[in-house]
């Protein structure tokens, strides 16, 4: 059995896609930053995260004060 050719240089690209993606994210120092709602895998959930709004790296978990705050903004 063969690989589809096309199946096979999409992943090629998606390989090269990932490894500078990754490369970009190393370099990055994250200095900005902003809470966001992620989708979780399928379906409608959502987790609540810090991504860095350069490189879209999640850099850390928003405390619920973080949380409280993003939602009120979100609000008005
Ligand atoms: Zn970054």
């Known amino acids: 059995m063969t690989t589809n050719r096309k199946v096979d ?18 370099e990055c120092n994250h200095a900005q930053r902003t809470v966001k709602q992620i989708p979780r895998g399928e379906g409608r959930q959502t987790d609540t995260r810090w991504v860095c709004d350069e490189c879209t ?19 008005k």
């Open 9 to 26: 240089k999409l992943l090629n690209q998606k390989n090269k896609i990932e490894s500078e993606l990754r490369k970009i994210r190393e």
């Open 57 to 75: 790296k999640i850099v850390g978990y928003p405390s619920q004060f973080d949380i409280d705050k993003f939602l009120n903004k979100r609000k």
